[in-house]
Structures are given as structure tokens and as C-alpha cells.
Nanobody
Framework: QVQLVESGGGLVQAGGSLRLSCLAS????????VAWFRQAPGKEREFAAA????????YYADSVKGRFTISRSNAKNTVYLQMNSLKPEDTAVYYC??????????????????WGQGTQVTVSS
């Protein structure tokens, strides 16, 4: 059974940092494209970052480029999202998602089959 469990969310002041973790079980992250999405209240779920199945390529939304970094530990079967210079508009529930079939990760939620339960990130001004 595939399970993705996010952790690391919390309350932080603007300009601060958080590192989110996505621990996978039932799948091997090195065989999947994995992405982070986020959803703010009243808004649609949006793409934030992704890492290719090979781990050699990363992709970012323009809104987070230069501030967020996605990475992966094959030994820990975990994908991370390092978030720096956080802004109030980064406040959202953050989800990780995995796609086995694709080499290059997509940016649409519908392209992902497996999802975590989400972790809340709140950035105060």
C-alpha cells in the first residue's frame, strides 16, 4: 500500500524558513516523479516544485523559484522541500504527490496518482 506522509509544516514569520519532508512507503521514490503542490483557502491546488524520476532535474513554479529547493534522499526514501524567504502568500496546505508513469513530472494535480494528507504552512507578516 502506497503511503506518503508530509511533515515539517508550522507557523513562521515572513522571511523565515521551513523544511518539509515527504516520507514514502510502499513505493521507492527513486522510481517516481515527485512533486509538491499547495492549496490556500478558497484557491485551487497549485504546483510548487517537482523532481524527476532520475533525480537529475528539478522544476519550480515562478512564484517559488529561487526561494524553494526540492531534493531527495534515496536512502531515507524521502523527498524534501526547503523553503526560504517565506512570504505570507506562501501560506497553504502543502501536499506531496507521486507519479510512476512519467519521467518528466507534470504540473497538474490530475497527473499524480498518489497523495499525502498535507501539512499546514502558515507565514505571518
Amino acid at each position: 500500500q502506497v503511503q506518503l506522509v508530509e511533515s515539517g509544516g508550522g507557523l513562521v514569520q515572513a522571511g523565515g524558513s521551513l523544511r518539509l519532508s515527504c516520507l514514502a512507503s510502499g513505493l521507492t521514490v527513486s522510481m517516481y516523479a515527485v512533486a509538491w503542490f499547495r492549496q490556500a483557502p478558497g484557491k485551487e491546488r497549485e504546483f510548487a516544485a517537482a523532481i524527476s524520476r532520475s533525480g537529475g532535474s528539478t522544476y519550480y513554479a515562478d512564484s517559488v523559484k529561487g526561494r524553494f529547493t526540492i531534493s531527495r534522499s534515496n536512502a531515507k526514501n524521502t523527498v524534501y522541500l526547503q523553503m526560504n524567504s517565506l512570504k505570507p502568500e506562501d501560506t497553504a496546505v502543502y501536499y506531496c504527490a507521486a507519479n510512476f508513469m512519467t519521467v518528466v513530472p507534470g504540473r497538474r494535480p490530475a497527473e499524480y496518482d498518489d497523495w499525502g494528507q498535507g501539512t499546514q504552512v502558515t507565514v505571518s507578516s
